[in-house]
Nanobody, 119 residues
Framework: QVQLVESGGGLVQAGGSLRLSCAAS????????MGWFRQTPGKEREFVAA????????HYASSVKGRFTISRDTAKNTMYLQMNSLNPEDTAVYYC????????????WGQGTQVTVSS
């Protein structure tokens, strides 16, 4: 069982940046993936970005490609999401996920962190 803890959410103005972190309670297998998903009220959780723990693959939703960057620090069992050029449509609860399908890492979930972008 992997426990995930997100941090780094908050309130930012449009055009600003935030960096989210997700710390895993145990070592992640290299073939596994970790990723970020987001959800707004009344909508389904949507994929944002994922990274294969070995580091040789990343995958982004088209809506964030070029603005968000996913990375990981294997020594710290921690994943990051650098979010730049934020806009109000990025406002959501962001969830960290981990799992055996690196491109859709959804076997384990964190508790979520709120990101609010004001216009």
């Amino acid at each position: 069982q992997v426990q995930l803890v997100e941090s780094g959410g908050g309130l930012v103005q449009a055009g600003g940046s935030l960096r989210l972190s997700c710390a895993a309670s145990s070592r992640i297998i290299s073939t596994y993936g970790m990723g970020w998903f987001r959800q707004t009220p009344g909508k389904e959780r949507e994929f944002v970005a994922a990274i294969k723990w070995s580091g040789d693959n990343t995958h982004y939703a088209s809506s964030v490609k070029g603005r968000f960057t996913i990375s990981r620090d294997t020594a710290k069992n921690t994943m990051y999401l650098q979010m730049n050029s934020l806009n109000p449509e990025d406002t959501a609860v962001y969830y960290c996920g981990a799992g055996s399908r690196w491109y859709n890492p959804s076997d384990y979930w964190g508790q979520g962190t709120q990101v609010t972008v004001s216009s």
